[in-house]
Structure formats: C-alpha cells, structure tokens
C-alpha cells in the first residue's frame, strides 16, 4: 500500500466492521474512478444515444439495474466534453448517485418534491421518470447553487419542473406530495475517489450539526408528502451518524406513522447497519441501502425508503397553495413572435403551456402550477423581453430551433469555432427548407449545429456575430476542441 492509499484509508478505519469486504473497498477508494452517464431519456432513447458516443469511438456498458445509465469505459474525450453533453442529452451522473432515485420510483403523472436539489442531478432524473403530465418541485436553499440547478434543468429540456429557493426545514405544507427525495447535506465520504485528498474523520461536532440538519430536512419531507406516500432518504457518506442513526432516529419519532420499505434485490449494496457506536437501530433500519465504492466502481452512497402509513405526529393542517394558470395572451404574443422572426411553427409549442412572471416567459407542460412566493422558475426558460422584442432562451432553441424556417444559419466546425471565438463570420446560404430566396434580414438569427439549435446570432446585413450566453458559448468551444467531441 502506497503512502497515500494509506493516508486516505486512515480516515474510513473505523468504518471496517461494516464494510463487507475490506480489501476491494480499500483497492476501490485510492483508484480514479470511471466516469458514468445516464441518457435523458426526454430528449433520446439510451440505445441511440450509445450507438452515437460509440460511432466517435467511446465504449458504454449500461448497467442492469438502470439501463439508461451507462459506465463510460473508454473514449477519445472526456464525455462533458461533448456536443451531445452540451445539448442535454444526457447527464454525467455517478452510477451510485443515480440509484435513489431508481429506489424512490416516480411514476407517470406524479407530483415530486426533491427537497435539497442542487446541482440537480436527481431532479432531472426525476422529470424523466413523470414524464410530462408529472410535476418535480426542486427546492434548493443556496441561491448561487440553484442558478445551476435551473441551468442543468434548463439543459436537459425539463419543463415540467419549478424550482424554489427556500430552507427545505421550512417548506410550505399545503400539497400532498406523491413522494419526496431527501438528498441530503452531508459530510461527502463517498466522494473521495473524485476528490481524493487526505482526509480525517468528521468531527463529533460536525456530524452532530449535519444530522440535525438531515434529521429536520427528512421530518419535514415526511411532513409533505400524502398518506401512502414515499420519501428516500440517501447521502453521500458512510457515517451512521448520517445514515441509519437518523433514519433511526426519524422512524422512532414517528411512532409507526412511517415505515422502512425493503428496497428491490436487484438494487446493488449492503443491507444497512444494524447499530452503531453501542446503539442498536430499529430491526427495519437494515432494509437501507449502503453502497460503497467497490460495488459499482463508482462512489459511496446510503438510502432507506421509508412509506408514510399515516400522517407523522409532526405534520400541520395548511391549505393548499394557490395555483397560477399559463398567460395565454403572453404565449400568443411569444409564439407569434418566433414564427414571424424564424418560422417556427406554433405545433413545435404543442402540449406546452407558457407562464409569465414580469420579463419573463416559461414553457411548461402542466396548465396549472402551485405558486408559492419561494418560486424561482416556472419550468423551461423561453424568452424575455427585452424591451423591444422578446429574446429566446438558448434552451427553448434546443428544443425548437430545428423547426426553424427563416433566419438559420447552418455552421460548418470552423465557422461556429470562429463565431464562438467572437469573430464575425459569412452566414453562408439562407437554410435550404427556408421560403424560396428569402435573404437573411439584419437581426436576429437562429445559429443550428448538426441539425440542433444552438443559439443566437446577430446578422448585420454582411457577417453574423454570436450573441450566446457566454458561459455556453465557452463550453461548446470546449467541445470543439476536443478530439470526437463534435458529431461530423
Ligand atoms: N440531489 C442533488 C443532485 O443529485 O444533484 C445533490 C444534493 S446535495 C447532496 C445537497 C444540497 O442540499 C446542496 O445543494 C445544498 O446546498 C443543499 N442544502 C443544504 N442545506 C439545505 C437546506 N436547509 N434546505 C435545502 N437545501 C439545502
């Protein structure tokens, strides 16, 4: 064992007894670990999307659990550092991360609180599994970390999500959630193959501060959710402190309200501790889920999946909150506008519903949505107004800029490089499905790549020079330089 391995090793000791088999865990934590993605199946079916990673040479194994997700074996780049990455099509997601979800189960139609979401990993991994006619509220309390929640919502084409910013301990009751996730702040053991620096055990004082916030963020998800509800709690660490002890500690309070769920077989990991530190759990704690680092190849994680018999002790009388119907004056205004200023025909809105909070402009699939004062974001961003005209969202062109008829470019690499690296460029000839040998006017055009919109450019009657959000624009060129990180 080298210095390092053992360094590392040092601050998980006293987690040896639990561990199942000490040498793989040990050979586990010091080695990089694989990269692994999961498809966003809104946007492109998991075989598709392998078949087009593999064609510019990347090697995809699926997992069984979760075909959709995929471990990344091989490739000519780092898979973030591609188009399809870029576009939303699917999500680097760690294979341990994405069971929580698998075990919370969202079905179709179903309304969903994931209650500490950012970056939002699982929120987009939840808006896939309700499909359009569900509804995913994901909270988050740092406002800097939910700006990337609503970019990674936004990336990934979800408009059936809202997002709120509020402490998930103070989460307005009021909606009877089918299920919530609870993913938790937590101490981050699991993550130390990505962030492999020595590391010591948490101090006392710090798991005692983490668990009572898990304990009152879980009491509060029990507390939102229906009778006969579900809610999985999961972390990223090994300590009982945040795992059983507080599943432990939540089901005792409960007083039978709540019950541990035995989680599918076909799930990988360990039964959950049964006791810890001289303190036995509740028999139902080891129907949790641990999964350490050497079960999947990737990192650790804890769930428990826990069904609300009734309502919990703790959960008030609160009436629901007020639901906001799409602006169907601001929709008509939008859509009309993108189909005079680019074609856009109005069926490439069809089953979306558009709201309006000041400037701004949303596409949802829900016609109704709960409006509480903590909401942010009313699903996908679709334009703005900017005073003289409205300004389309790059995410909305992700989704309907490939219909576009007027005012499309199509880009060769070279020439989107060089827009990219902020020179003006020829637009070349109009889009060919365009109206016959209408020209390009001054303005706004939509700027596609492979057939997908990207973004915006302005055309100044001689060259366009791109107007793209500037943190997308420096990712996609990132793509660009890469070997095989662009579809030919
Ligand atoms: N589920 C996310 C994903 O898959 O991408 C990861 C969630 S991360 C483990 C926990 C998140 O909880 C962090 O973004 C953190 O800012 C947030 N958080 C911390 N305290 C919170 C609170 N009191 N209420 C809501 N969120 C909180």
Redesign the pocket.
Known sequence: MSARSGIVLSAFERYRALVDDWAAFAAAVVRPQPHALRANRLRVAPEELRGRLEARGFRLAPYPWAPEVMRVEGGPCPPGSTFEHWLGLFYL?EAA?AVPVVALDPQPGERIL??????????TQIAERVGPSGLVVA????PA?AGWLLANLGRMGVASAVVTV????RFPAGLAFDRA?V????S?EGNVRRDPRPRRPPRADRLRRLAS?QE??LRRALALVRPGGVVVYS??TFAPEEDEAVVDAVLRAAGGAVEAEPLPQALPGVEGAGGWDGVAFLPEVRRARRIYPHHLDSGGMFLARLRLRAPVPWAEEATPPPEEAPDEAAGREVRAWMEESFGIPAEAFEGLHVYRSGERTWLSTLPRLPLWPERWAAGLPLAHWTGRHWWPSGFALHRVGRLARRQVVDLEPAALRALLEGQAVPPGPPHASGPAGEPLRRGLVIVRYAGAGLGLARYDGDLLHAAFARERARQLLGCLEQPGGMPR
């Open positions: 997601q991360a994931d209650l500490s979401a950012a970056p939002g990993g699982k929120s909270n988050e309390a740092d970390r509020c402490d998930g301990r996730l993913d938790a702040p937590c981050g916030l009152a963020l972390t990223c």
